[in-house]
């Protein structure tokens, strides 16, 4: 991609945050839009965290006070969130606390962002799970029926090691360091795709059997799955320095792009490619170029380039044919995501399918923004 594509994208990106600012006011965008127009919410789904996030990225990028006192404003509705538990009984602290609040920290030294993000820190500490040494993805503490971890939980992990590096309490990245550990040995098969979601025996600890949630099926790949183990272990990776991680990203990362149909943009599941009527999900194909960006900072400069090359692909095509490019108020930025669709085989009913969501507009921002400069992750 040339500088002028990524900066023409970057501006179009931020020109539809800076017009949904008046729009949604004090309020939230909903996870996924309705044809391609977020509903108003309040801060309460796994997802208000991007939301966030874009603003930061926009101010990082335009230096605008706008969009600084747009984050600051939401930064202390995080943390009255977190103060009254709303909606906090699950794993995703990372998702939400990292983009909005670590960053705010790290950008501004925003004192309420750091309380709130160690709040949420120590909320997701209260998932660990001794026995099988994970963090329980949902449902109630404990509970047979939910005694699983997902993929997903590899980019919640940052967050806890930030907790560790601020306080100088080892408790945060050590369970962090160790809920990786389980993750990456369960959800990666054999042949280097990944399953969603992995159970355990609630009595004695022992691995159970890998299970989807999202996916098309059991045995399938998931899309967006396989793009958070690419992110999640590059990310993993950076913080741990284990080579074993940086084996797995290699591994993960050649199945995602094995499975990419001409246009390189997943459909929802790999079980579905050229020909098929089935929707793609836009989101996976900007969260594993911001995981291949992540990655190819660490590597010796060949390697580095490679993955590059590859996460700058990933970006054009999305910027060629799946950019929004109408800039309306409450509209999104990446169109044709996919947030879950029901198959026979799965745990979900279709909602947000072939629309945008924040992580894609969320991701999409930050790889355009890796692919300018050197970045300083908020994760
Ligand atoms: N982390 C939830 C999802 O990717 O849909």
């Not at 539809?16 to 391609?36: D, I, M, R």
């Not at 906090?88 to 998702?95: E, I």
């Not at 989807?212 to 992110?231: E, F, H, V």
């Not at 992540?294 to 490679?306: I, N, S, T, V, Y």
Request: glycine residues 8%.
């Amino acid at each position: 991609m040339k500088k002028e594509e990524i900066q023409e994208a970057l501006d179009l990106a931020i020109r539809q945050v800076e017009t949904n600012l008046p729009y949604f006011g004090e309020k939230f965008p909903a996870a996924a839009t309705v044809n391609n127009l977020y509903p108003i919410t309040e801060n309460d789904d796994w997802t208000n965290g991007f939301y966030t996030g874009m603003c930061w990225l926009a101010y990082e990028e335009t230096g605008n006070e706008t969009f600084c006192k747009a984050a600051q404003s939401q930064v202390e509705s995080f943390y009255q969130r977190i103060l009254a538990h709303i909606v906090t009984d699950h794993h995703d602290m990372g998702f939400l606390y990292s983009p909005s609040c670590v960053a705010a920290y790290k950008l501004t030294k925003n004192e309420r962002g750091r309380e709130a993000a160690l709040l949420a820190a120590q909320n997701l500490l209260g998932r660990f799970q001794e026995k099988g040494a994970f963090f329980q993805a949902w449902g109630p503490v404990g509970d047979p029926a939910n005694y699983r971890l997902i993929i997903d939980s590899l980019l919640n992990m940052p967050l806890l090691f930030w907790a560790s590096e601020t306080t100088g309490d080892p408790i945060y990245r050590t369970q962090a360091a160790r809920h990786i550990q389980t993750t990456l040995a369960h959800v990666v098969r054999e042949d280097a795709s990944t399953c969603h979601t992995f159970y355990f025996d609630p009595e004695t600890g022992a691995p159970l059997k890998g299970v989807t949630q999202q996916g098309n099926r059991d045995g399938s790949i998931w899309a967006r799955g396989q793009a958070w183990g690419i992110y999640g272990s590059a990310l993993s990776y950076r913080i741990l320095g284990d080579p074993s991680y940086l084996e797995i990203f290699r591994k993960v990362t050649d199945c995602f792009l094995q499975h990419l149909p001409k246009d390189q943009i997943p459909y929802w599941d790999f079980d579905f490619t050229d020909g098929s009527t089935e929707p793609r999900d836009s989101s996976s194909a900007a969260i594993a170029a911001c995981g291949l960006l992540e990655m190819a900072g660490l590597l010796p400069e060949q390697e580095g380039k490679k993955y590059r090359e590859m996460a700058a692909n990933l970006i054009a095509a999305l910027t060629e044919n799946y950019l929004n490019r109408e800039c309306i108020p409450g509209m999104g930025i990446l169109l044709h995501g996919t947030y879950a669709k029901k198959s026979p085989y799965n745990g979900v009913q279709d909602s947000g399918v072939d629309e945008c969501n924040l992580w894609g507009d969320y991701f999409y921002m930050e790889a355009l923004t890796r692919l300018k400069h050197t970045w300083n992750p908020y994760w």
